[in-house]
């Protein structure tokens, strides 16, 4: 029996339930929490799942028995066996931990002498805590960006599964965090802190290798993962990451002011961000440029290691010399035996994997099958060679409308076959760009393969940054792009955008792009997107006419476009396969189009760079596929956010709300940044190096120890915050007349990043010196509020704030809110 994609998840089961329970045993050998909750957790799950597995087998006797039709028999069933798998692992656990009393002769009770901590902290040791926490943040940093990352990848996620993935973390290591504040100093000691470290560094390598197996285990290829299901994986395989994280921010900042008697989590933060920025960095420089994910980890689990080791000074034994070998033959064995063409694998059944390779624009896989080659960017299929209709339909829909096309724009789909189709044409030039120009350095040959191929100009540069730098005029503009299924992908469909592929026409260019296909029984949501891609284009151009084929094709001109293409073909003896009068006809396809243009709403609103509704209603075409409504994922999120918001002292309002405002703002220019500039995949690396160095900068900043004082400034930044904000819109719109200068686009948007980050680093370094608590308490209630209020902006600015009400309402709100954290701790101050 074939146990993979069966109908009932035995493996995904077995594997989730036996990885957590190893994981929570760990966690309580090491004291994070005790053995006592660990067994209390597992029982409250045995229960749970013998509750439901129980019921649905009531269920299924009563319908088996009294012949009761029950619609959702078979879910219930599904359930039945599911939960009863899980139930007989976990018993089987439970059963383990009880042996000595179910055969008390076999296994005898044993008693064990509590461990004695030594609550003393050597000098030498207080020091080599500094570099736990470089560590801590250098391997936060880099498996944060891996994880978000492979799960874009596996999930073919948009911002809605990024934002839920950066919420997650934030959340579990904000619990983690809060988890460590009880008596760390009393159960604490460097070895521990070295040997949960080595163990933060590697189990990423387990946790992704289990992305992509659970994946193939529960997903057949071709099936999509819902968002209940991203949340469920981003819950259950990011928890031994970020739960750890938390908790050993808590522990090493706890231990290093109670080692010195003295506040120092400011510091401790900032040491934090200093291994953060470091990482980003070396992420950004090297690393993320050329290996791939398991390479990473596999150096950087090395690396802890050997650090660790020298830091430790405390000579060579048994286990040391273990963990050094460890450390030296793990990257060796990855780099070898190449576990990431596997996991590709995995997920690409059927197919040879020619090249697997990570570029600054994203993990760009090619793939041949039955002579067909495949262009995978982030796991999402970009173009397929072979396919000879949509090379047709792509090309000859635009360019026979053009009486003598001469310089023809090709956006994507060259190397998938359009260039040859573009040949029959006799052009003087072709244009040719791709979102991923990595894509030129490793398949030219394939491009050029006709005689025709010095005529071809190969741009490697991001599209908008290189129209946005040229003054040619183009005859044709061919747009080929996957669907605007990302914001990322949004900004080619956009007012904006099209604005810049005006300055590129003539009064005879006619312009080309497409949608997924709405001609049979379109959906709500997709007939939404059409009517604004509809809309945006017709506000730069006299005439438009939609094609429906494969695809529907938007063609736009501001001279009249004929409907009759097969005549026009026929004419001018163009050579063609499928677009033809043997294949279409004229009338018919008129009538198509008519009727589906008939559909289109008048009032449909214009698609913006900084208010992009296509991927909005583009979000909600997805959601629909799984019977989910896009405003509760929203209005829940919000309802808690405000919850928590009014629940907040007058101290931990501002990191709540400084926690929002530094994810909201960061997701606010990371979308501006991509919209200028582009290659955000790499790009973000170095937000997130810019930021943690903003934020290294602002705890190390030394403070007063008058207490008016801090509540002083305290206030004062948070309406510092709310003022940058709101200067924000503004900036950002300024650099707009940079464009084609990214090297000084890149410079604003890092000192923007930088000073908004000093900010929040410097308010959190206030916070840390005002409440009278005991460290760890400051520490963990301090560190779990600021990570709440980020899993909070980037999630609602990422999903609504900025897609549905634009930058200017944006970024007025987190104004808004700064002032409100602001005047209650003036109040406060007032009242004090």
């Not at 401790?268 to 990482?279: C, D, K, M, P, T």
């Not at 709403?601 to 909005?616: A, E, G, L, M, Q």
Request: hydrophobic share 50%; glycine share 6%; charged share 15%.
């Amino acid at each position: 029996m074939n146990m993979i994609n069966s109908v009932y998840p035995l493996l995904p089961v077995f594997i989730i339930i036996v990885t957590l329970y190893f994981i929570s045993w760990l966690y309580a050998k090491w004291d994070i929490f005790s053995l006592k909750i660990h067994r209390k957790f597992w029982n409250y799950i045995l229960l749970i799942t013998y509750l439901i597995s129980g019921l649905a087998g009531l269920i299924a006797v009563v319908k088996i028995n009294y012949k009761i039709e029950i619609p959702v028999y078979d879910k219930l069933l599904n359930w039945h066996v599911t939960f009863g798998i899980g139930m007989f692992i976990i018993a089987f656990f439970h059963l383990l931990n009880h042996l000595n009393y179910y055969f008390p002769l076999l296994f005898k009770k044993r008693f064990f002498q509590k461990k004695i901590y030594n609550n003393k902290t050597s000098a030498t040791d207080r020091n080599q805590f500094v570099y736990l926490l470089f560590l801590l943040g250098a391997v936060t940093i880099i498996s944060q960006v891996i994880f978000i990352r492979e799960f874009m990848s596996v999930l073919a996620g948009n911002e809605l599964v990024l934002g839920i993935i950066m919420s997650v973390w934030m959340l579990l290591t904000g619990w983690g965090a809060l988890a460590g504040r009880q008596n760390v100093p009393a159960l604490f000691s460097f070895q521990r802190g070295v040997r949960m470290l080595i163990f933060l560094a590697f189990i990423p390598v387990i946790l992704i290798d289990l992305i992509y197996f659970l994946k193939y285990l529960l997903f057949p290829p071709g099936t999509i993962a819902g968002l209940g299901t991203a949340l469920a994986g981003a819950l259950i395989l990011l928890f031994p990451v970020c739960f750890l994280s938390g908790y050993l921010f808590t522990a090493f900042s706890t231990i290093l002011s109670a080692s010195a008697n003295k506040n120092r989590i400011g510091s401790a933060y900032a040491y934090e961000s200093l291994g953060s920025l470091a990482g980003g960095v070396l992420f950004s420089i090297i690393l993320g440029r050329y290996l791939n994910s398991i390479q990473i980890l596999g150096l950087m689990t090395s690396a802890v290691i050997i650090i660790c080791i020298s830091i430790n000074g405390r000579g060579f034994t048994k286990k040391t010399l273990f963990f050094l070998t460890a450390g030296v033959l793990l990257p060796v064995v990855i780099f070898i035996s190449k576990p990431d063409n596997w996991l590709k694998k995995i997920l690409l059944p059927n197919q040879n994997i020619i090249l697997n390779k990570s570029t600054r624009y994203g993990n760009l896989v090619i793939t041949e099958q039955a002579g067909q080659l495949n262009f995978y960017e982030n796991n999402y299929l970009q173009f397929y060679t072979e396919n000879m209709m949509a090379n047709e339909e792509a090309v000859h829909f635009a360019m026979a409308r053009h009486d003598k096309p001469e310089k023809v724009l090709l956006i994507s789909g060259g190397i998938a076959g359009m260039i040859k189709e573009i040949m029959k044409y006799d052009v003087e030039k072709v244009t040719y760009l791709e979102t991923n120009p990595e894509v030129f350095l490793h398949w030219k040959n394939h491009l050029i393969e006709q005689k025709d191929g010095d005529c071809i100009e190969i741009v490697r540069s991001d599209i908008r940054s290189f129209l946005s730098g040229t003054k040619e005029v183009y005859d044709v503009i061919l747009i080929n792009l996957p669907a605007p299924s990302t914001i990322g992908y949004n900004r080619f469909y956009t007012y904006e955008f099209f604005k810049i592929i005006k300055q590129h026409c003539n009064n005879l260019t006619v312009v080309c792009t497409n949608l997924p296909s709405t001609v049979n029984y379109p959906e709500e949501n997709a007939l939404e997107i059409n009517s604004s891609l509809w809309k945006t284009m017709g506000m730069h151009f006299k005439n438009l006419l939609l094609v429906p084929g494969e695809k529907n094709y938007f063609l736009a001109s501001d001279t009249i476009l004929t409907k009759n293409i097969t005549d026009i073909i026929f004419r001018r003896g163009i050579e063609t396969e499928y677009v033809n009068q043997y294949y279409f006809d004229d009338n018919l396809l008129d009538m198509r189009s008519s009727s589906i243009v008939s559909q289109f709403n008048p009032h449909s609103k214009i698609n913006r760079d900084f208010k992009p509704y296509i991927f909005v209603k583009q979000s909600h075409h997805w959601l629909s596929q799984f019977n989910i409504n896009y405003w509760f994922i929203i209005v829940i999120p919000a309802l808690l956010f405000l919850f928590f918001f009014f629940k907040q002292d007058a101290v931990t309002i501002g990191l709540y709300t400084g926690g929002f405002t530094a994810a909201s703002l960061e997701i606010v220019m990371m979308l501006a940044f991509q919209i200028f500039v582009g290659s955000i995949y790499l790009a973000s690396a170095f937000f997130f190096s810019a930021f943690m160095g903003g934020l290294f900068a602002g705890s190390y900043l030394k403070t007063t120890e008058v207490r008016s004082g801090l509540i002083n400034h305290y206030y004062k930044l948070q309406f510092g915050l709310a003022l940058f904000a709101m200067i924000l819109p503004f900036l950002i719109n300024m650099t707009d007349y940079f464009s084609g200068y990214a090297i000084f686009i890149r410079l604003i948007f890092f000192i923007l990043v930088f000073i908004l980050a000093f900010g929040v680093g410097f308010e959190f370094n206030l916070a840390s010196k005002l409440p009278q608590r005991e460290f760890s308490m400051i520490s963990g209630i301090n560190y779990s509020t600021d990570l709440a209020g980020s899993a909070f902006g980037a999630f609602l600015t990422s999903l609504f704030l900025l897609p549905v009400l634009g930058l200017v309402s944006t970024c007025l709100i987190i104004a808004g809110l700064n002032i409100i954290s602001g005047t209650v701790t003036f109040l406060f101050c007032n009242r004090k």
